[in-house]
């Protein structure tokens, strides 16, 4: 069966600190992978979107960027966090060439940027 | 563009009584539509879908129908327990697209006391 592994579920880092969140699939392969983030009082944003290892697409212009190392591995990274990058911020997958196929959601990571 | 307007939270209910959450949607063409759902500590998890007009999305006793003609998608229960208290979110899949990037809305939290 497959899941996905998303950590750490909590995080306070200072303005100015690096960030780096990391998600993984098992049991699956050539998944897409997504970050979504969740403000308070807003729905769930996509932030970033990948199809393949080494293909990042982004959605919103922001402080953040995602890489893709590996088929499985996705990871959020930001040089300098700002205050409003504080968020809840969840991974998810869904097997590619299947229209209408549901994602399945990581458990979050909440950050508070401080 | 595409986008999604839920109605806001919280919703409070006793048990057993009737659960409706309104959503609406703005989009071209013919959008896929969902429910997901977020249960306390949890990722959000896949609830119901309707993938084209007068559908019906059906799951542990919750439905909803996709009104093109009033672009809604309206999740319903007729009786509810205090195990659905969580947070819903309306979700709808752009027309044509490749990649399963789903659109959220804000999320409504619905809690149901004994």
């Known amino acids: 069966s497959q899941t996905i592994h998303q950590w750490p579920a909590t995080l306070v880092q200072p303005v100015g600190s690096p960030l780096s969140l990391e998600c993984t699939v098992e049991?699956?392969?050539?998944?897409?992978l997504y970050w979504y983030r969740q403000a308070a009082g807003r729905g769930l944003q996509l932030l970033f979107y990948?199809?393949?290892?080494?293909?990042i697409s982004s959605e919103v212009p922001q402080n953040l960027s995602a890489s893709r190392p590996q088929d499985r591995q996705f990871i959020l990274s930001s040089k300098k966090l700002l205050l409003s990058d504080s968020g809840f911020y969840l991974c998810?997958?869904?097997?590619?060439?299947?229209?209408?196929?549901?994602?399945?959601f990581g458990s979050g990571t909440q950050l508070s940027v401080l | 563009g595409n986008s999604v307007t839920q109605m806001e939270g919280p919703v409070t209910l006793s048990e057993e009584a009737f659960l409706t959450i309104n959503c609406t949607y703005t989009a071209t063409g013919y959008p896929s539509l969902f429910w997901y759902v977020q249960y306390p500590g949890e990722g959000l998890q896949l609830l119901l879908k309707a993938t084209k007009a007068d559908d019906k999305g059906s799951n542990k006793g919750f439905e909803a129908t996709y009104r093109k003609e009033t672009t809604s998608f309206h999740l319903e229960k007729g009786s509810v327990q205090v195990s659905d208290s969580a947070v819903y979110f309306c979700?709808?899949?752009?027309?044509?697209?490749?990649?399963?990037?789903?659109?959220f809305g804000t999320g409504t939290l619905l809690a149901v006391q004994p």
């Open positions: 979700a709808l899949r752009p027309y044509g697209g490749a990649t399963n990037k789903l659109i």
């Open positions: 049991g699956t392969s050539n998944p897409n």
């Open positions: 990948s199809v393949g290892i080494g293909q």
């Open positions: 998810a997958w869904a097997q590619k060439g299947k229209t209408n196929e549901k994602l399945f």
